[in-house]
């Protein structure tokens, strides 16, 4: 069973900065990405952004240019750093571990409220 922790949501001000921290354990599979989708109701869960143990990263276009996505390896760890916020980045912010062997599991953390506003 996988577990999370995540931390870092909050209210921000427009224009502020946030970062999303996201720690996984009990995972039993060597190849699987970790990142962050949002969510908003009445709307579908969307990446904002994901990252391989390789460091490829897969972004939202809505946060290209603003967000910072990294990776612990040895800790399972992952990390979001999104910049210049705009209320239309408020949401519940899920952390995410994807297997990428079969049976391509998703694994969801319980998300954090993230509210830009001033």
């Known amino acids: 069973q996988v577990q999370f922790v995540e931390s870092g949501g909050g209210l921000v001000q427009p224009g502020g900065s946030l970062r999303l921290s996201c720690a996984a354990s009990g995972i039993r599979f060597n190849i699987y990405t970790m990142g962050w989708y949002r969510q908003t109701p009445g709307k579908q869960r969307e990446l904002v952004a994901s990252?391989?143990?390789?460091?490829?990263?897969k972004s939202a276009d809505s946060v290209k240019g603003r967000c910072t996505i990294s990776r612990d390896n040895a800790k399972n760890t992952v990390y979001l750093q999104l910049n210049s916020l705009k209320p239309e980045d408020t949401a519940v912010y899920y952390c995410n571990v994807h297997q990428l062997v079969p049976p391509y599991t998703d694994y969801w953390g319980q998300g954090t409220q993230v509210t830009v506003s001033s």
């Open positions: 990252i391989t143990s390789g460091g490829t990263i």
